[in-house]
C-alpha cells in the first residue's frame, strides 16, 4: 500500500516523539486528516505513554476508539507534546489552523505543551500566509459586528455555514488577507470584542514541522523568536 504524505507526515512525528516517550506521559493532540493518521499510528504504542489530551470532540472519539486513555487538561500540568496538522505554514513556522473548527481547543492545548509538533503536507508550507482564509471563532451574537470588524482590517469575512464548535460558537473565514506581520495580527483579531480566538498561530507558533510530499519529509524548526 502506498504511503500519503500525510501518512508521512505522521509517521515522522511518531518516530520523532517515540524515543521520549514515557508511561506517565499525556500527549496533546490536535484534529483533522493529518492528525488522524497521527492518531492511527500512536495506537500501537498505547501501552508506551498514559494516553492524550484532545483538542476536539472528533479527535477524543477517534483517541478512545483506539483504545487511548482520554485526560482532562485541567488535570494536568505541561504537556510534553502537542502534534498537530496546519492549514498553511510560513517560514517562521506560524500557522494558520481552524480549517476544521478546532482552532479555539487546538490553541489552548498547544499552549500548555513544550514541544508543537506540526506535520503538514509540503505545499501547506507558504511564503506569506493569508491565501487560506483565516478562521475565526466568534460568540454566536457578535458575528456581524466582528464581521465589520475584520473588514475593516481588509479582510473578506465570510461566517462559515452551518457549523457550530464544540464550544458552541460560530466561525468567521477571513479572506484576503496577507499576513506579512502575524503577531500583530493575531493580537488585532484576538482583541475584537465577540471574538473568542483566531487561527492565526503566532504567539504560540510550531517548534518543529515536518512538512511531507512523495519524494520524503522535511523537517524544519523554529527560527530564534524576535
Ligand atoms: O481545525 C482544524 C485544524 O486546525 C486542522 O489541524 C487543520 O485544519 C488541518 O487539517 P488537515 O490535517 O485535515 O489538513
Redesign the pocket.
Known sequence: MNTSPKQAAAQAALELILPQLKREMVLGI??????NCFIDLLAAHKQAFAGAVASSEQSAARLAAQGIALYDLNDLAQLDFYI????EADPNLCLI???????TR?KIVAATAKTFVCIAEAHKRVEVLGAFPLPVEVIPMACAYVMRELTQLGAKPLKRADVVTDNGNWIIDAAGLAITQPLALEAQVNAITGVVESGLFASRRADILLLASHTGVVHLECPSKG
Open positions: 490536535g484534529t483533522g486528516s493529518t492528525a498537530d496538522g496546519a492549514d489552523k481552524g480549517g476544521g473548527g478546532a482552532l487546538e
